[in-house]
């Protein structure tokens, strides 16, 4: 399989590299923006409240339930649309001490609508609840991309650890700032796909990387660009291929998978399509412009005293 899909001849895959990194920074920047006006639709799992599931045999309109509910005196409710036209979620801030009757005038409310509406899941989830998750979920991305900085200018070298964070932050940020602009709903398996994407990101970033070292290595001429194309051309076959199948089950749990993991399969679809690309374009094209050379991936010769002196025995 990896014969078949291997390039014969080495790909420029830098040769745009400008043009493609401009378009990152400016998907960045979007990015940002949408974080910092339009937020994130955090789910119940951070912001805590009530929700309820209901379940109708008939399609139904979010703006019918919605207006039943108010009626009843529920207010700040938002309902959705629960993966079929049929089923339907309603979300409602946390109000202390006003749980359970809330549930019964949403319960109310959407029987009103049909009697024989099921009321198939109610969850309660405490403020404070949600403010630590979001607190832990937050420093455990900054985290595990620290120690991924550390590791990688260890093994390798600090330019090169540089681009791969570079990369790293890039698909995270790009990943929130498509939830935060379409205003999708990121609940605790949303932050556990950004997590894996970060996982991701790094192992393909690592496969280029050691690439790299090994050809500065073995190729006496060349430019830094020339090399680089090289390595990526020989690690393309590899990267179709472990890319190709993730993206297979991938998509199938983003269509058949549910409304429960619609979010997680999402923001994988996202981040696996932005960590193939940023491990060329970014981490790899960001390591270039840090200046890094043939020099700098050499081993270092460690001299032993006495070396230069002829030895004693016969």
Same mark, same amino acid.
């Given at each position: 399989?990896?014969?078949?899909l291997?390039?014969?001849?080495?790909?420029?895959f830098?040769?745009?590299a400008?043009?493609?990194?401009?378009?990152s920074?400016?998907?960045m920047?979007?990015?940002v923006?949408?974080?910092?006006?339009?937020?994130?639709?955090?789910?119940?799992?951070?912001?805590?409240g009530?929700?309820?599931?209901?379940?109708y045999s008939?399609?139904?309109?979010?703006s019918e339930?919605?207006k039943?509910v108010e009626?009843?005196?529920?207010e700040g409710?938002?309902?959705?649309?629960?993966?079929?036209?049929?089923?339907l979620?309603?979300?409602v801030?946390?109000?202390?001490?006003?749980?359970?009757?809330?549930v019964?005038?949403?319960e109310?409310?959407?029987?009103?609508?049909e009697?024989?509406a099921?009321?198939?899941?109610?969850?309660?989830?405490?403020?404070?609840?949600?403010?630590?998750?979001?607190e832990?979920?937050?420093?455990?991305?900054l985290?595990?991309i620290?120690?991924?900085?550390?590791?990688?200018a @260890?093994?390798f070298?600090?330019r090169?650890? &540089?681009? +791969? #964070?570079? *990369?790293? /932050?890039?698909?995270?940020?790009v990943?929130?700032?498509?939830?935060?602009?379409f @205003?999708?709903?990121?609940?605790?398996?949303? &932050?556990? +796909? #950004?997590? *894996?994407v /970060?996982?991701y990101?790094?192992?393909d970033t690592i496969?280029v990387?050691?690439?790299v070292?090994e050809?500065f290595?073995k190729?006496r001429?060349g430019?830094?660009e020339? /090399?680089?194309?090289?390595?990526?051309?020989q690690?393309?076959s590899?990267?179709?291929?472990?890319?190709g199948?993730?993206?297979?089950?991938?998509i199938?749990?983003?269509?058949?998978?549910?409304s429960?993991?619609?979010?997680f399969?999402t923001?994988?679809?996202?981040?696996?399509?932005?960590g193939t690309?940023?491990?060329?374009?970014?981490?790899?094209?960001a390591?270039?412009?840090l200046?890094l050379?043939?020099?700098?991936?050499?081993?270092?010769?460690?001299?032993?005293?006495g070396?230069?002196?002829?030895?004693?025995?016969?």
């Open positions: 399989m990896f014969e078949l291997k390039l014969n001849k080495t790909v420029d830098l040769k745009h400008r043009v493609i990194s401009m378009i920074l400016l998907l920047a979007a990015s923006a949408s974080l910092a006006t339009r937020g994130i639709n955090w789910g119940l799992d951070f912001t805590g009530t929700v309820v599931e209901i379940v008939e399609a139904k309109d979010t339930l919605r039943a009626a009843q005196g529920v409710v938002i309902v959705q649309h629960f993966g079929a036209a049929t089923d979620i309603v979300r801030p946390p109000k202390a001490g006003k749980g359970n009757e809330m019964s005038r949403i109310s409310a959407a029987r009103s609508l009697s024989d099921v009321i198939k899941r109610v969850e309660f989830v405490g403020p404070q609840v949600g403010k630590e998750l979001a832990q979920g937050g420093l455990a991305v985290t595990a620290i120690c991924i900085l550390a590791y990688v @260890f093994r070298e600090w090169l650890a &540089l681009g +791969a #964070v570079a *990369a790293l /932050v890039h698909d995270v940020i990943t929130l700032g498509v939830f935060s602009f @205003f999708l709903e990121f609940d605790l398996t949303v &932050l556990a +796909a #950004v997590l *894996a /970060v996982g990101s790094l192992n496969v990387f050691d690439r070292r050809n290595r190729m001429k430019t830094p020339h /090399v680089v194309n090289t390595s990526v051309t690690t393309m590899r990267t179709i291929i472990t890319t199948t993730t993206l297979f089950v991938v199938a749990l983003f269509v058949q998978g549910g429960m993991i619609h979010g399969a923001a994988l679809l996202l981040g696996i399509g932005f690309f940023s491990s060329i374009y970014v981490a790899s094209y390591s270039i412009k200046g050379t043939r020099e700098h991936m050499m081993p270092v010769v460690v001299e032993k005293e070396a230069d002196q002829e030895s004693l025995l016969p």
